[in-house]
């Protein structure tokens, strides 16, 4: 005799509760109270179980489980599934040629192109021999301890996804700093994006995609990791001079041109202060996804994990920190470059 | 003086003066309101009705931000439009290239009027008609001082070649040979607005709109800036609009002289006009502190005389200053003065006249004897 029962016959709803009563699976609860000996377990008057869902359907059957919520979802996850599958799979499949792509490049190429080709990047971005030296010393140290092809991976993924961040996270800022309504609009999206806990993407993801596909991983990422960019672009452009933009428009700069001149290279400091932060979360992202397949540092992370093999784990952890010290510090260089250029009037 | 006075002094005497003596004005405004605020239409009905702008703002919650404005812009002269801070001066020059669109009202350049402008002509027109200073330079600070100043002809879509020759030499022409390689946070404020007036000059437009140029300047440097503006303006005869709130620089600069109070024209005309007879109050506390021996010319106080008198004491050009007039005289009151006119004399200057002009017309409780233009 359940405690709500007496309700619903007060309700006079006995009727319905039992129209169609067939006794789904029982609950864990059940079990267990069946397990311990079967016989009613009386409640006391002053401490009713709370009315939820399961308490409920244990005095009326109409009423459904918590079970019945969670599985109801699932099933309308899969029923959609396929339809939006015949969407997103081939939207998203240059995805993972990307990144089959850039890891098959970086992995397959010999050490002494790729290391001197990386020092050329950073040096390029950078300007400073310091930092090259800095980055050279740490890629030999990880290559010396074999984790070489491990950080070379994780790099390729951060590579792709950042530069992919860039592609849509910039002409998204840019959209959103010419229109209030957009941004209004997409503050809320960004924000959940920012807030949802990492591991929590990855499960609708994972229904989507198999997990075998690399774009599984790759679209985590950049969910992830593309809000600073697409944040900080529009806080860049909508921060844009408010004299310098009427003078365009006063020498008759066509949208383009202000847009192209003026306003994006005003904003590049503020641009590039979110593309470095998009890359260190990229970098934080590319561990977790080491859980849906990502190769790279994280799988030695995770190996440490469940195999209780600290030495690994710790190592490869270490790796990890010396690639987000190295990827901070050039973008950094490269953002200050950008800033001594463009210190105002 | 009565308000209806000063506003018939103000159509009558100046406008038509100044048009039959020239060809037709340069730009020409007509009735401009322009009003702030989520429904500036329904608020320009009541401004009709009369309600002034702090009633506007108090009741209605709109800003009167311009009221029935009639100004011409007379072709290669420079019109000085001063007002207090809030008065309307930005807002009324912004209307002429359209940064500002406004609630009522018609703008006409070269008789064509540019509020029918669709978003090309009015690119066209902002690029090689109308160039524009500005008060915080407002440079691209990105570009050096060689693209800045070549601004108009890069957006334009001339070539390299041509940019840099242009710009280059209108650079030379402010005095910043030199300097065309440097960014601009790497020159001082006068400099960097001198890389304004060079990037205004550049595009070879007839017009030129300055928005408080000098003011951001220090005192020397901007009496420097005005010598340098007159000094080109003497050579190119542009049509500059010219904004300010300080009656120095007003009255050093001006041809005509527009004066705004509160979104409306108080009073407009040549500058020595107002000078001697402000309309309003307001004016009258405006002039009332300047040097106004070093301002006034013979030609605004001398009088169609007798020029053949013989007592006269000698002559004197019909352009000099009272200053210059009491240094000739060695303080002698009682001569006068034959005034001459490119050679030939044109009227007599008394002594007491001149006198009494020195004292503003407020103190002396009625006007000197009106000769302006
Ligand atoms: N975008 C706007 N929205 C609302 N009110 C405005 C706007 N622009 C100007 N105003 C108002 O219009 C009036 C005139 O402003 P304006 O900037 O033209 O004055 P100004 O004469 O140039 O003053 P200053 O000497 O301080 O530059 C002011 O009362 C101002 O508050
Ligand atoms: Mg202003």
Known sequence: MAFYTGLFDALGLRGWCDADAQDGPMTMAQLLARSQGGGEVTVPWWNPPFPSLDALHEACNAIPRTRDLTSGLEQ?????????????????????????????????????????????????????????????????????????DYAIQTLSIIFVCTALCVVFGIPIGIAMSKSNRFQRGMLPVLDMLQTLPSFVYLIPLIFLFSVTESKLYGIAIILYAIVPVIRLTDLGIRLVDKDVIEAANAFGMSGRQKLFQVEIPLALPNIMAGVNQTIMMALAMVVIAS???????????????????????????????????????????????????HSTG | MTMTAAA?????????????????????????????????????????????????????????????????????????????????????????????????????????????????ALRRLRQKQMSMVFQKFALLPHRTVMQNAGLSLHVGGEGQDVMEKEARRWLDRVGLKGYEQHYPHQLSGGMQQR??????????????????????????????MQDLLLELQQELHKTIVFITHDLDEALKLADHLVILKDGYVVQQGEPQGILLNPADPYIE????????????????????????????????????????????????TTHSYRVMKEGRPVGVLRMADLVKALVPRAASGQGPRTGAG
């Open chain 1, 76 to 148: 309308l996850f899969l029923d959609v599934r396929d339809g939006l599958r015949v969407v997103l799979d081939p939207l998203t499949q240059p995805l993972s040629w990307l990144l089959d792509g850039a890891l098959w490049l970086f992995v397959s190429s010999p050490w002494w192109i790729l290391i001197p080709l990386i020092m050329a990047l950073c040096y390029v971005v950078s300007r400073s021999v310091s930092l090259i030296l800095a980055v050279a010393a740490s890629i030999l140290l990880l290559a010396f301890i074999d984790h070489y």
């Open chain 1, 291 to 341: 859980l849906v397949s990502a190769p790279g540092l994280g799988v030695l992370v995770l190996r440490g994990i469940r195999n209780l093999e600290l030495g690994v784990g710790l190592v490869a952890g270490l790796g990890i920190v010396i690639l987000a010290v190295i990827l901070d510090r050039v973008s950094k260089a490269a953002l200050a470059r950008i800033n001594t250029s």
């Open chain 2, 195 to 224: 890389v304004g007036i060079a990037r205004a000059l550049t595009s070879n437009s007839e017009i030129m709109l300055m928005d408080e140029a000098f003011s951001a300047l220090d005192p020397l440097i901007r009496t420097d």
């Open chain 2, 285 to 332: 506390d405006f002039v009332s502190d300047i040097n106004r021996a070093r301002v006034l010319r013979v030609r605004s106080v001398m009088a169609p005389g007798d020029i053949t008198r013989a007592d006269l004491a000698g002559e004197i050009d019909h352009n000099a200053t009272l200053e210059d007039v009491i240094a000739a005289s060695g303080g002698e």
């Open chain 2, 8 to 120: 018939s002094l103000a159509t009558t005497a100046d406008p038509d003066a100044e048009t039959s003596a020239r060809a037709t004005p340069k730009i020409s405004i007509r009735n401009l309101y322009k009003i702030f605020g989520e429904t500036p239409v329904e608020a320009l009905g009541h401004v009709r009705q009369g309600v002034g702008k702090v009633e506007l703002l108090e009741r209605f919650n709109h800003v009167l931000g311009l009221s029935d404005i009639n100004v011409d812009i007379a072709r290669g002269q420079i019109t000085v439009i001063m007002g207090l801070s809030g008065s309307g001066k930005s807002t009324l020059i912004r209307h002429l290239n359209r940064l500002i669109d406004p609630t009522a009202g018609e703008v006409r350049v070269d008789d064509e009027d540019i509020l029918t402008y669709g978003e090309q």
